[in-house]
Each structure stands twice: as structure tokens, then as C-alpha cells.
């Protein structure tokens, strides 16, 4: 009987331990989703950067043309 009581009491720590380990899945999963959501809207901030980086660079050369023209 001494063997089947520490058996049962082995079983039920794997039981806690598993409990455990699933519940700090979870957690990772939830933190990777965030993860991905906030790299996906770092990816979007990148590329409206982009896109005004061009803007001014090309507002640049506008501005340069025009001088050469104004100024000849």
C-alpha cells in the first residue's frame, strides 16, 4: 500500500507539473502574438518613414531644378 500512496503522489506532481507547463505555453504563445503584432506595426512605421524620406528627397531636387532655372 506505501507503494501505490507514493505512486499516486508522483502521479499528481507530474499532473501539477504539466498544469504548470502548459500554463507557461500559454503565456509564451500570448507574448509571441504580441510580438508579432507589434512588429507588424514597427513594419508599417518603417515604411510610411520610407515613403516621407522620399517625399523630401525628391522635394529637394524639385527645389534644386527650380534654383538652376530661376538662377541661370
Not at 505555453?25 to 508579432?36: D, L, N, P
Not at 520610407?50 to 523630401?56: F, G, H, K, Q, T
Not at 527645389?63 to 538662377?71: D, G, Q, S, W
Request: hydrophobic share 45%; charged share 40%; proline share 0%.
Amino acid at each position: 500500500m506505501k507503494n501505490e500512496d507514493r505512486i499516486v503522489e508522483l502521479l499528481a506532481e507530474m499532473v501539477k507539473g504539466q498544469d504548470k507547463l502548459i500554463e507557461e505555453v500559454a503565456e509564451m504563445k500570448t507574448e509571441i502574438f504580441k510580438q508579432g503584432l507589434q512588429t507588424a506595426e514597427n513594419s508599417r512605421a518603417i515604411l510610411k518613414l520610407a515613403d516621407e524620406i522620399r517625399l523630401v528627397a525628391e522635394h529637394e531636387k524639385r527645389i534644386a531644378k527650380l534654383e538652376i532655372t530661376v538662377f541661370k
